[in-house]
């Protein structure tokens, strides 16, 4: 079996330090039936925090988007939440299969990034997936 070949790798947003908001990347999650977000928190400054959500929109944009019930972390505190990974699993809505993060960091600095594996594909597997490289 091979975990790579039907699946879809693809920031949600990139890693960064920082006590400000995150630029978050859409994903186009046409072709796929779930998606999995990973977000890795590294050192929290003892007064930060971190919030994340999904959400998830019928078209390119993300206008109109509405928040997917039960995608979210409650409130990463640095006492209890630092240095750990975090997966929130979720279906693709077929009729709102675009999904974007929505993240920030609070108050202090938080060292955190995420990333967004697409996975059981619907039979419409997109073939121009950013990589088809499968590293051995």
């Known amino acids: 079996m091979n975990l790579l070949g039907r699946t879809k ?3 949600s947003y990139l890693p960064v330090t920082s006590d400000t908001a995150l630029t978050e990347i859409e994903i186009d999650c046409r072709g796929f039936d779930r998606v999995c977000h990973i977000i ?20 390119t944009g993300m206008s109109g988007a509405t928040d997917i019930a039960g995608a979210d ?11 750990k990974v975090y997966a929130i699993d979720v279906p693709v809505n077929p ?36 990589s088809q490289v499968i590293i051995i």
Request: aromatic share 6%; hydrophobic share 50%; proline share 3%.
């Open 73 to 83: 972390l409650t409130q990463v505190l640095a006492a209890s939440g630092a240095e």
């Open 40 to 59: 890795t928190v590294g050192a929290m400054a003892s007064s930060s925090t971190l919030d994340y959500k999904v959400q998830e929109a019928a078209a």
């Open 9 to 11: 790798i693809v920031q």
């Open 95 to 130: 009729a709102k299969p675009f999904q974007k993060a929505v993240a920030a960091h609070g108050v202090a600095n938080v060292t955190s990034g995420a990333i967004a594996i697409l996975y059981e594909g619907s039979g419409t597997f997109p073939k121009t997936a950013a």
